[in-house]
């Protein structure tokens, strides 16, 4: 197996003015080239933060990263701008661009690298037919369902040449009903399967991630292995979450019985 990503001891933190706010507190994992890996967890557990750091669109504040043979934190901007190419994004918001159409859209993302007119429209179909979606080529995001565009979304992060050798993303089949969300994971599986494309998908559905080859569970901050450590975890965090939230109600309410 040949280690594609290997995370040693990564930390993330931000600052809230002189507050630190750790999004990632010293995780350690591999992906080998090939696999299909999903990242589940709740909201705020760190989850796209740690998918920025593996697309060199972050650097981690603390431990270190490997990617392509090099480390994030020690990329240059050329550098960066070499291994994303070879990236097919996938984000949350999908960042369709509303007045073009689902072609223009795709072609757009390869006007970027500089491919013919031509190329780009031969390239923008074959990926639209791969998704099932020859028949809307002209049609508007609002034109689209929720999972149609999500798969307009998956075609662009296709549209490559070469083809991306890595997928990043972000809740696939976040807000889409569950046929739409059979048929985004068809497509995914296949992907991984027939063109042995990695791939790593973030999501809090624990149904769509055990359709990974495996899982890594993230909870605030920390990553496990085991479903049994995750299920501890995310019981104490939720708790935790609770009672912080449970303690500034009371002290609203304290607040405004005073006024």
Same mark, same amino acid.
């Given at each position: 197996?040949?280690?594609?990503?290997?995370?040693?001891?990564?930390? &993330?933190?931000?600052?809230?003015?002189?507050?630190?706010?750790?999004?990632?507190? +010293?995780?350690?994992?591999?992906?080998?080239?090939?696999?299909?890996?999903?990242?589940?967890?709740?909201? +705020?557990?760190?989850?796209?933060?740690?998918?920025?750091?593996?697309?060199?669109?972050?650097?981690?504040?603390?431990?270190?990263?490997? =990617?392509?043979?090099?480390?994030?934190?020690?990329?240059?901007?050329?550098?960066?701008?070499?291994?994303?190419?070879?990236? +097919?994004?996938?984000?949350?918001?999908?960042?369709?661009?509303?007045?073009?159409?689902?072609?223009?859209?795709?072609?757009?993302?390869?006007?970027?690298?500089?491919?013919? #007119?031509?190329? #780009?429209?031969? &390239?923008?179909?074959?990926?639209?037919?791969?998704?099932?979606?020859?028949?809307?080529?002209?049609?508007?995001?609002?034109?689209?369902? $929720?999972?149609?565009?999500?798969?307009?979304?998956?075609?662009?992060?296709?549209?490559?040449?070469?083809?991306?050798?890595?997928?990043?993303?972000?809740?696939?089949?976040?807000?889409?009903?569950?046929?739409?969300?059979?048929?985004?994971?068809?497509?995914?599986?296949?992907?991984?399967?027939?063109? $042995?494309?990695?791939?790593?998908?973030?999501?809090?559905?624990?149904?769509?991630?055990?359709?990974?080859?495996?899982?890594?569970? =993230?909870?605030? +901050?920390?990553?496990?292995?085991?479903?049994?450590?995750?299920?501890?975890?995310?019981?104490?965090?939720?708790?935790?979450?609770?009672?912080?939230?449970?303690?500034?109600?009371?002290?609203?309410?304290?607040?405004?019985?005073?006024?």
């Amino acid at each position: 197996m040949v280690v594609i990503v290997r995370a040693e001891d990564v930390k &993330k933190i931000y600052m809230q003015g002189k507050i630190e706010v750790p999004a990632l507190r +010293g995780i350690s994992f591999t992906i080998n080239e090939g696999e299909f890996v999903s990242i589940l967890g709740p909201s +705020g557990s760190g989850k796209s933060t740690l998918l920025n750091i593996l697309g060199a669109l972050d650097s981690p504040t603390e431990g270190k990263i490997l =990617l392509d043979g090099s480390y994030v934190s020690e990329m240059k901007e050329k550098k960066r701008v070499i291994h994303r190419q070879k990236v +097919g994004f996938v984000f949350q918001s999908l960042n369709l661009i509303p007045h073009l159409t689902a072609i223009e859209n795709i072609e757009l993302s390869m006007n970027i690298q500089g491919i013919s #007119r031509s190329e #780009r429209y031969k &390239k923008a179909i074959q990926c639209l037919r791969f998704v099932g979606l020859s028949r809307w080529i002209r049609h508007k995001p609002n034109e689209l369902s $929720g999972g149609q565009r999500q798969r307009v979304a998956i075609a662009r992060a296709l549209a490559r040449i070469p083809r991306p050798s890595f997928l990043l993303m972000d809740e696939p089949t976040g807000n889409v009903d569950i046929k739409s969300r059979d048929i985004i994971m068809d497509l995914i599986c296949k992907l991984n399967k027939e063109y $042995g494309i990695t791939i790593v998908i973030i999501t809090h559905d624990i149904e769509v991630a055990k359709l990974a080859d495996r899982t890594l569970y =993230l909870v605030d +901050g920390l990553i496990f292995e085991s479903e049994e450590e995750y299920v501890k975890k995310i019981q104490t965090w939720a708790n935790n979450e609770y009672r912080s939230q449970f303690s500034s109600d009371k002290k609203e309410k304290f607040y405004d019985q005073d006024d």
